[in-house]
């Protein structure tokens, strides 16, 4: 695939910091719901069920009008019970499973039908008042794409490309998954279905086969129509924002975060630079991993040597705390446990998105390889949005080690975040520790 030409982007401090999130899509879910579980028991209720619990489902012969209306019962206690796990799905859902119950209700004269109808125009009406605020995050993401714009542009690699229309290639096939299983389920619920007519409830030994794949097709024409929609509004915010947009985003400050994206590279050197002469970090890499050649990926590096005269640990330690902080970008000064050093301002560093078009597609993290922006691999996942709150990565971060410190070099006035710790035998470590204690005093 060959690459292509992107605008490049890149927000102020400020303006990102106060982009409107989304709200949560649990909650939106959460909320559509409990109006789901709030009509079901109403109309409960209203039908006094607990005095009706013992009696047939059905009376006299069956009719089509039973089929539809046990479907939308099945249907409707599944999603009460279920239905806080489709999160943003139950959107669309919720209006469109009371639509079903109201139907058939309405039709047989049950004093729910009122229930019914009123619990799917509130979960409509949330439906609607969500799809106003994507709306209008839509439009702020385009007028900010506007405002921000550089004038300069990049070329957008393979990877790239591949791994945003792998996204869409996913939701398709999600899409005709659920289309499927609701063809196959209606096929089989009106096969059933002149089998069941005109007989008994105890003559179908008190359950309908048609019903229950009646409910398995609506439940699964349901999730059709709710990825339709989801992958519609994709396309259209990708189109209305503009795929071909690279985006320079600050770190650690607004919609999406810096992890799990943020490579962290430390312990290791760029592939040019271990090719360079003196340095023997790729001989050492070869010799420990003979069988290794083939996985070795362009614009990638390899673990630097403890004993290469350029990158090794004595090297390290050689350096004057101003040589040190002057080379602290380069990652292999750092013990691969250790993070980067982190900059105070979050404009000094920024990361790299392509495609950002809000809450519905956050981009797909790239970086600068060989001239270029790309993703590390076209599988790479798309970013997502997160609460600044929840800035930071889901794992425990090792521990600095306690002995054999040679000397801690504050690195603050040089911008950044914490001091770095040298170690006699190993590579240094970054830590954000303030208040921070300079080892002259400590």
């Not at 013992?54 to 019970?81: K, N």
């Not at 009123?118 to 799809?131: D, H, N, V």
């Not at 040589?323 to 380069?330: I, L, Q, V």
């Not at 798309?382 to 690195?411: C, H, M, N």
Request: charged share 20%; net charge neutral; glycine share 10%.
């Amino acid at each position: 695939m060959s690459v292509i030409t992107g605008a490049i982007v890149r927000p102020d401090v400020e303006a990102w910091a106060a982009f409107r999130r989304r709200t949560s899509g649990r909650r939106e879910g959460t909320t559509a719901w409990l109006i789901g579980v709030l009509t079901t028991a109403g109309a409960f209720i209203a039908d006094r069920g607990w005095e009706t619990l013992d009696e047939p489902a059905w009376t006299g012969a069956y009719r089509v009008i039973d089929m539809f209306g046990l479907a939308s019962i099945f249907l409707a206690l599944s999603f009460s019970v279920f239905g806080f796990l489709l999160r943003r799905y139950a959107l669309v859902a919720a209006p469109l499973v009371l639509l079903v119950a109201a139907i058939p209700h309405t039709l047989d004269g049950y004093a729910s039908a009122a229930v019914w109808w009123l619990g799917a125009a509130l979960a409509a009406l949330w439906a609607l008042i969500a799809a106003g605020r994507s709306w209008r995050q839509l439009d702020a993401v385009r007028r900010l794409a506007q405002a921000s714009h550089t004038g300069r542009t990049t070329a957008v690699g393979p990877n790239a490309i591949r791994a945003g229309n792998r996204v869409l290639r996913r939701g398709l096939l999600r899409l005709m998954l659920f289309l499927a299983a609701a063809c196959a389920g209606w096929a089989l619920a009106l096969g059933v279905l002149p089998a069941d007519l005109g007989r008994t409830y105890e003559e179908l030994g008190e359950e309908s086969s048609s019903g229950v794949f009646a409910a398995a097709a609506t439940a699964a024409s349901i999730m059709t129509v709710a990825e339709a929609v989801k992958q519609a509004w994709r396309l259209f915010a990708m189109g209305r924002v503009g795929r071909r947009m690279v985006w320079e985003i600050p770190s650690g400050v607004g919609t999406v975060s810096w992890w799990p994206y943020a490579r962290n590279n430390a312990g290791q050197v760029p592939m040019d630079v271990a090719e360079a002469p003196g340095c023997n970090c790729l001989a050492e890499f070869r010799r420990s991993f003979p069988d290794s050649e083939d996985d070795l990926m362009e614009g990638e590096g390899i673990p630097a040597s403890d004993y290469c005269p350029l990158n090794g640990i004595d090297r390290i330690n050689e350096l004057t705390p101003g040589e040190f902080t002057a080379r602290a970008e380069e990652t292999w000064l750092w013990d691969a446990g250790s993070g980067l050093p982190e900059y105070v301002d979050p404009d000094a560093r920024r990361q790299l998105l392509y495609g950002f078009a809000g809450h519905t597609f956050a981009g797909i993290p790239v970086r600068q390889i060989r001239g270029r922006i790309d993703a590390d691999f076209p599988e790479v996942p798309p970013a997502r949005e997160t609460d600044p709150a929840d800035y930071g990565p889901w794992w425990a971060k090792p521990r600095r080690p306690e002995a054999g410190v040679q000397d801690i070099i504050d690195l603050r006035s040089a911008g950044y975040t914490g001091p770095a710790f040298r170690y006699r035998h190993g590579r240094a470590w970054f830590e954000t520790a303030p208040p921070f204690i300079p080892w002259s005093e400590s």
